[in-house]
């Protein structure tokens, strides 16, 4: 059974940076494709940045190049997402998710790709 478990969020001031981490188990990840998405209140849950475990390919939301990093352990099983120069408005519950066997990049973006999410860590930015 797969498991995502998400932590690292909390509160920061604007400008400010957090680390979130994902930590997969169940499973060899190999050729999967792990993602971050965030839902804010009263928004639908939006693509934040992704990357193939094998290859180390990454894909971005424009909302969030240049500020935030994905990026992958192997030794632990970890996937990050180094997060900087945050804003108010990237206040929302971080998920992590992954997904197996995905071709195109285009897939990446979307929520319908993943098959496994974790529960979820709160980033709040305060102004």
């Known amino acids: 059974q797969v498991q995502l478990v998400e932590s690292g969020g909390g509160l920061v001031q604007a400008g400010g940076s957090l680390r979130l981490s994902c930590a997969a188990s169940g499973r060899t990840f190999g050729t999967w494709l792990m993602g971050w998405f965030r839902q804010a209140p009263g928004k639908e849950r939006e693509f934040v940045a992704a990357?193939?475990?094998?290859?180390?390919?990454?894909y971005y939301a424009d909302s969030v190049k240049g500020r935030f990093t994905i990026s992958r352990d192997d030794a632990m099983n970890t996937v990050y997402l180094q997060m900087n120069s945050l804003k108010p408005e990237d206040t929302a519950v971080y998920y992590c998710?992954?997904?197996?066997?995905?071709?195109?990049?285009?897939?990446?973006?979307?929520?319908?790709?993943?098959?496994?999410w974790g529960q979820g860590t709160q980033v709040t930015v305060s102004s």
């Open positions: 990357i193939r475990w094998s290859g180390g390919n990454v």
């Open positions: 998710a992954a997904a197996r066997g995905v071709k195109y990049s285009t897939s990446a973006y979307l929520s319908d790709t993943y098959d496994y």
